[in-house]
């Protein structure tokens, strides 16, 4: 994910009213799971505290946390499975 004033050429905003993304901490694989999944297990219990409702698109890592920290804290969620 990248911050920018104005998106791309061709491209279109997916932020809006109401539409919230979560800066994570970047890792990929196991190795990355193992130095950054319990940091990033908290941003995200963290951020679903501060929600109404959450997406994930399943199947990842991010998204089964996500699903968890919902579940635990009684946050509606739904998921987009990607094949």
């Given at each position: 994910m990248e911050k920018v004033?104005?998106?791309?050429?061709?491209?279109?905003?997916?932020?809006?009213?109401g539409i919230h993304f979560v800066d994570l901490l970047p890792g990929r694989g196991v190795e990355g799971l193992l130095k950054t999944g319990?940091?990033?297990r908290h941003i995200i219990s963290s951020w679903v505290e501060k929600v109404d409702s959450v997406i994930a698109r399943v199947p990842?890592?991010?998204?089964?946390?996500?699903?968890?920290?919902?579940?635990?804290?009684?946050i509606p969620y739904a998921v987009e499975v990607v094949v």
């Open positions: 004033d104005n998106p791309p050429v061709g491209k279109k905003r997916a932020d809006g009213p319990v940091a990033n990842g890592v991010i998204a089964n946390m996500t699903a968890s920290a919902c579940e635990k804290k009684k």
